[in-house]
Antibody
Framework: EVQLVESGGGLVQPGGSLKLSCAAS????????MHWVRQASGKGLEWVGR??????????AYAASVKGRFTISRDDSKNTAYLQMNSLKTEDTAVYYC??????????????WGQGTLVTVSS | DIQMTQSPSSLSASVGDRVTITCRASQSISSYLNWYQQKPGKAPKLLIYAASSLQSGVPSRFSGSGSGTDFTLTISSLEPEDFGVYYC?????????FGGGTKVEIK
């Protein structure tokens, strides 16, 4: 059974930092890309970024709203992906989900999601 | 960036009704379009991938169609458990983007 479990959320002051973790099991983590998606309370879904596998040089991509402040990394030996968030702003307050895409014939979709972890940026 | 526009933003329908939600991309995305359902306090659930392929385990009353820039999610006969917010999402280039969501309420 595929499981994605996020942790590390909490309350942080504006300008502060926080590191989220996403522990994966039930699939070949090392061969999979990992994505982060966030959702502010009462709002829609916003893609944050992704990291590809070692075979794809651990390439990363980010949304413009977080580029330069957030960094996605992974530790394949621990089956865990990370989201390092620096210079946090109040508008970063959201539930953060990790998700792994399933791709077939060049078409990708997010069929597995974690339960989400809440990040609150407030003074 | 590719913008995804959904309509309507909300709807209220009765059990048994046929419900249609549309999603328009700001440029052609071929069939790289997915649909998700989200219930309060839960992670999104994949319903349709590649515009028209039904995800395993999803009831057959859900269907998707379209290609290029215009897409449709149809619920052929609304059930009480179909309440929630529905999102479309493209998966072509970066950044990935989601539509603004359509909230479905049961009358």
């Amino acid at each position: 059974e595929v499981q994605l479990v996020e942790s590390g959320g909490g309350l942080v002051q504006p300008g502060g930092s926080l590191k989220l973790s996403c522990a994966a099991s039930g699939f070949t983590f090392s061969g999979s890309a990992m994505h982060w998606v966030r959702q502010a309370s009462g709002k829609g879904l916003e893609w944050v970024g992704r990291i590809r596998s070692k075979a794809n040089s651990y390439a990363t991509a980010y949304a413009a709203s977080v580029k330069g402040r957030f960094t996605i990394s992974r530790d394949d030996s621990k089956n865990t992906a990370y989201l390092q968030m620096n210079s946090l702003k109040t508008e970063d307050t959201a539930v953060y989900y990790c998700t792994s895409p399933y791709c077939t014939n060049g078409v990708c979709s997010f069929d597995y999601w974690g339960q989400g972890t809440l990040v609150t940026v407030s003074s | 960036d590719i913008q995804m526009t959904q309509s309507p933003s909300s709807l209220s329908a009765s059990v048994g009704d046929r419900v249609t939600i549309t999603c328009r991309a700001s440029q052609s995305i071929s069939s790289y379009l997915n649909w998700y359902q989200q219930k309060p306090g839960k992670a999104p659930k994949l319903l349709i991938y590649a515009a028209s392929s039904l995800q395993s385990g999803v009831p057959s009353r859900f269907s998707g169609s379209g290609s290029g820039t215009d897409f449709t999610l149809t619920i052929s006969s609304l059930e009480p458990e179909d309440f929630g917010v529905y999102y479309c999402q493209h998966h072509t280039n970066w950044p990935l983007t989601f539509g603004g969501g359509t909230k479905v309420e049961i009358k």
